[in-house]
Nanobody
Framework: QVQLVESGGGLVQPRGSLRLSCAAS????????MGWYRQAPGKQREMVAT???????NYADSVKGRFTISRDNAKNTVFLQMNSLKPEDTAVYYC?????????????????WGQGTQVTVSS
């Protein structure tokens, strides 16, 4: 079965940096796109950054110029480099993948999520 494993979250001071990673594993045949989403207390989940298999990126206005998304297609891994972090970046960050995979020997398309990793920006 498909699994997305995230790492890199934690506590960081304002203006500091963190790098998140997410590796997809399982009977994956292809990944169309991967991305990062976040949800802060009392707020809706929002898109942070996405990247297609061809390298096309999209960013939320609030993180442009500070965050960079990248991808290692050979390892089915996506990264999020977060610089100049602000307290308002505090949230649970979720990895997402739109992929094709095998289930019971059949090719299927699905949208999968990681378990989430906490990022806390505080002095």
């Amino acid at each position: 079965q498909v699994q997305l494993v995230e790492s890199g979250g934690g506590l960081v001071q304002p203006r500091g940096s963190l790098r998140l990673s997410c590796a997809a594993s399982g009977s994956i045949r292809s990944i169309n796109a991967m991305g990062w989403y976040r949800q802060a207390p009392g707020k809706q989940r929002e898109m942070v950054a996405t990247i297609t298999s061809g390298g096309i990126t999209n960013y939320a206005d609030s993180v442009k110029g500070r965050f960079t998304i990248s991808r290692d297609n050979a390892k089915n891994t996506v990264f999020l480099q977060m610089n100049s972090l602000k307290p308002e970046d505090t949230a649970v960050y979720y990895c997402n993948a739109d992929l094709a995979y095998l289930r019971f020997g059949l090719l299927r398309q699905g949208d999968y999520w990681g378990q989430g990793t906490q990022v806390t920006v505080s002095s």
